[in-house]
């Protein structure tokens, strides 16, 4: 079973920047995985913004982010990485990472319904 964890989660002030990191762990590998980032906000739904598949080529992003938001995968390090650069307050929300059993990030990652593990979330806090 493979488990995620995030980091990087922290209090920023708008126009700031961000960067968020998902690893697996226990030693754990992301190959082969397709890796998404999503985000909730309370009182709100769970939104997709991000999807890079397991080679590293072809990052999809939600129009909320794109442009601002980047996603890599350091494949040495088993890594991807989520660069958030002027951060706005509507930002403000639990982020998480997954990883689906398919390589690639289909038209409709966003709805998360393809993706098979789940990290626990770390909390983004845009405040002035």
């Known amino acids: 079973q493979l488990q995620l964890v995030e980091s990087g989660g922290d209090l920023v002030q708008p126009g700031g920047s961000l960067r968020l990191s998902c690893a697996a762990a226990?030693?754990?590998?992301?190959?082969?995985?397709?890796i998404g980032w999503f985000r909730q906000a309370p009182g709100k739904e769970r939104e997709g913004i991000t999807c890079?598949?397991?080679?590293?080529?072809?990052?999809r992003y939600a129009d909320a982010v794109k442009g601002r938001f980047t996603i890599s995968k350091d494949s040495a390090k088993s890594t991807v990485h989520l660069q958030m650069n002027s951060l706005k307050t509507e930002d403000t929300a639990t982020y998480y990472c997954?990883?689906?059993?398919?390589?690639?990030?289909?038209?409709?990652?966003?709805?998360?319904?393809?993706?098979?593990?789940w990290g626990q979330g770390t909390q983004v806090t845009v405040n002035s």
């Open positions: 997954a990883a689906a059993l398919w390589p690639t990030c289909g038209p409709y990652y966003y709805t998360g319904r393809a993706f098979d593990y």
């Open positions: 226990s030693g754990g590998s992301l190959d082969g995985y397709a």
């Open positions: 890079i598949s397991s080679s590293g080529d072809n990052p």
